[in-house]
């Protein structure tokens, strides 16, 4: 059974930094497209940033230029560095993988538990 599990959340004061990690558990042969998620309280889910299998990225208008994706595909991670956290960026942060293949299992918008991430004024 493949999981993904992300680590790294806290609490930070506005102005700081976090790394986040989304690290896939199992027999894997691929993962395409990675995504970082954001939902604050009260709000609906939103896209963060995207990254491809050949490293492409994608991100929100609120985080360019403050918040950077990346993956090692050969341990099957994905990371969010973030800088220059905002209070508004308080919220439980989840990664997505569009679509795994396993060993003997095949999944689709496969989602992490979420680590919380919490920015102090």
């Known amino acids: 059974q493949v999981q993904l599990v992300e680590s790294g959340g806290g609490l930070v004061q506005a102005g700081g930094s976090l790394r986040l990690s989304c690290a896939a558990s199992?027999?894997?042969?691929?993962?395409?497209?990675m995504h970082w998620y954001r939902q604050a309280p009260g709000k609906q889910r939103e896209l963060v940033a995207g990254?491809?299998?050949?490293?492409?990225?994608n991100y929100a208008d609120s985080v360019k230029g403050r918040f950077f994706i990346s993956r090692d595909n050969a341990k099957n991670t994905v990371y969010l560095q973030m800088n220059s956290l905002k209070p508004e960026g308080t919220g439980v942060y989840y990664c997505?993988?569009?679509?795994?293949?396993?060993?003997?299992?095949?999944?689709?918008?496969?989602w992490g538990q979420g680590t919380q991430v919490t920015v102090s004024s």
């Open positions: 199992g027999s894997i042969f691929s993962i395409n497209v």
């Open positions: 990254i491809s299998s050949d490293g492409g990225t």
């Open positions: 997505k993988a569009d679509r795994v293949i396993g060993r003997s299992s095949y999944y689709l918008d496969l």
